[in-house]
Nanobody, 119 residues
Framework: QVQLVESGGGLVQAGGSLRLSCAASGRSFSSYVMGWFRQAPGKDREFVAT????????YYADSVKGRFTISRDNAKNTVYLQMNSLKPEDTAVYYC????????????WGQGTQVTVSS
């Protein structure tokens, strides 16, 4: 079991940057695949990025590729999402998520943090 708490959201102008953090409780953080999803008003939750247990492999949605970077610090039980060149369409609630490596779905979710990009 792991509990996830996001921080770092806020209001930023288009073209700006934000860094989201997700702090995880528990002693097994390094055993979890971690990811970020987002949900805009009136839309379904969508995948943003994922990172493997060691941090050596990452994968991104096409909509954020080249602008967002996911990373993790297993010593600090934290996963990050660096967001650059933000666009108004990036406005959403961003959720940190994690799963056991053998699980087919994300089992653990944070409460979400709001990111608003003004034009």
């Amino acid at each position: 079991q792991v509990q996830l708490v996001e921080s770092g959201g806020g209001l930023v102008q288009a073209g700006g940057s934000l860094r989201l953090s997700c702090a995880a409780s528990g002693r097994s953080f390094s055993s979890y695949v971690m990811g970020w999803f987002r949900q805009a008003p009136g839309k379904d939750r969508e995948f943003v990025a994922t990172i493997n247990r060691s941090g050596s492999n990452t994968y991104y949605a096409d909509s954020v590729k080249g602008r967002f970077t996911i990373s993790r610090d297993n010593a600090k039980n934290t996963v990050y999402l660096q967001m650059n060149s933000l666009k108004p369409e990036d406005t959403a609630v961003y959720y940190c998520t994690g799963r056991d490596s053998y699980s087919p779905q994300y089992d653990y979710w944070g409460q979400g943090t709001q990111v608003t990009v003004s034009s």
